[in-house]
């Protein structure tokens, strides 16, 4: 009777870590869908109220600003995140990639914060397209225009393999007014891998800087403002 009383208590016990083991399987697997979503959604979110902020101040025209709340995902990707061009793009990991993107009717220049959470950013209206930026920064715009010339006078999104894109890095208060702060400054091929890499920091509220592309396809030039962990961009087009 003993032993007969141990098998079944041993056959309980057995099937009980086999249901714990199942329902901890499907736990964990629930929780991290759950988490996946709602990456996905904050990030699906902020795009779509930036793009509603950027139309409104285009209605509105040059001058107009608004302010609008956003929640960013947790994992965005530096290298293949974006606010360039007429493209919004916010590339997050939670596991596995994934890619948000939008396309807008004008040019937008936009700064973008890695850390997730909810964000306060401002839309403004300006004569070269619509600029994005972090309203309770010291350091609100970090935005990137790229050129032909180095006088710095034909702004361009379209090189070939072996021109020089020469890109001016602009770094503003909430009001505009120009201010100085220290950058990482990554340029990556349509790889995504770094091709260049360095720290240095503004004068007079602006970095100037050139490279030669050496292959094909998208390349992104990425200014981070190293004390927020903010960072600005231009996505260019290389044939």
Known sequence: MKAQSALEFMTVVALGLILISIASFFGVDYITSYFTDINSINARQTIDSLVSAINLVYAQGVGAQTKVFVTLPNGIQRSNSYISGNQINIRFSDGVE??????????VLGTLPLNPGRTPMIVKMESIGAVIGIAEHDVCFIYALTYSDSSYNNIEDNFSVGSTVY???YLEDVNGNSVDSNLNIKIYNPQREVFIDFNTSTTNGYYNGSFV????GDWLISAL???TNVVGTA???VT
């Open 213 to 216: 592309p050496n292959a094909a």
């Open 98 to 107: 994934r890619d948000v993107f939008r396309t807008t009717n004008l040019r």
């Open 235 to 237: 996505l260019i087009n």
């Open 225 to 227: 403002n190293i004390d």
């Open 167 to 169: 890109y001016l890095i």
